[in-house]
């Protein structure tokens, strides 16, 4: 599981020094992300949300499809419009602030957003057509750049589509996490203990079940407490162990009989 973490998310930076206020900030949006993921119908399932700091980022949600996908539908990529957001509109929702947190998230959001109008004809005022060619500068290390092929009013028109869909995904990121903020302060206030949740544990505290304690080892380092340990044996090995019991007392009942005789 680590090794697979280590690949989707990065490396952890644990010897990174952050402040409580960021480290706040950050639970929060990456709770945005998951909540705005686990409400619209059709998202990818969230596989793990942490604030433990992986490669160049704070914290990290990632998502596993349940099946591998080779096209996308318009609802699919609206929803994954709402989900990129969920980080922005969550801290402008608890902090009334704006944070650079969501520069990667708005651009991505952007270039989804003009992908829809621009290559995939998903604008019903743009309709159907390609806007732009993209060329290969074989004298600039190859560098991939557009060609403007359509009028100026056509660019205003295009700037004012793209605009429209991330603005329209941005209002309806807004009012979900407004009508659902118990359940963000919940999730965010567990992954500010936790510093990372699965998505079983999000599925738990979602349906307002709680998390088993969280104890501490002799090292310091926080780790969950069991609550019932016949629940983590798998029904094969406890066979086998019953297996092994009866034949031990066997055996001890033979060399029982054994010495009397």
């Excluded at 591998?68 to 318009?74: A, D, G, N, V």
């Excluded at 732009?132 to 557009?146: A, D, M, P, W």
């Excluded at 629940?231 to 066979?239: A, R």
């Amino acid at each position: 599981e680590e090794a697979k973490d280590k690949v989707m998310m990065g490396a952890e930076r644990k010897s990174m020094i952050i402040t409580e206020e960021e480290k706040k900030i950050t639970a929060y949006h990456e709770c945005g992300h998951v909540l705005a993921a686990k409400l619209v119908p059709g998202s990818d399932p969230v596989h793990k949300v942490t604030i433990i700091p992986r490669g160049r980022a704070l914290g990290i949600t990632s998502y596993l499809p349940v099946d591998e996908k080779h096209t996308y539908s318009k609802t699919y990529i609206e929803s994954k419009l709402i989900s990129l957001l969920g980080g922005r509109a969550a801290e402008l929702l608890i902090f009334n602030e704006y944070t650079t947190g969501a520069g990667n998230d708005i651009e991505r959001a952007t270039d989804l957003a003009k992908k829809m109008v621009c290559e995939w004809g998903m604008s019903e005022k743009l309709g159907p057509l390609t806007y732009g060619k993209n060329e290969e500068n074989l004298f600039l290390g190859r560098e991939v750049t557009k060609r403007q092929e359509y009028s100026e009013n056509t660019a205003q028109m295009i700037d004012e589509e793209v605009k429209r869909i991330v603005v329209t995904a941005m209002e309806k990121t807004d009012k979900l996490l407004k009508d659902n903020i118990e359940k963000l302060h919940r999730i965010s206030l567990e992954l500010l203990e936790r510093e990372i949740l699965d998505g079983v544990e999000i599925d738990k505290l979602l349906n307002g079940e709680d998390l088993p304690p969280i104890v501490k080892n002799g090292n310091g380092a926080k780790k969950e407490a069991k609550t019932d340990d016949s629940k983590e044996v798998p029904d094969y090995v406890k066979k086998m162990i019953d297996e092994k019991e009866q034949k031990d007392s066997t055996e001890k009942d033979n060399q029982s009989g054994d010495d009397k005789k």
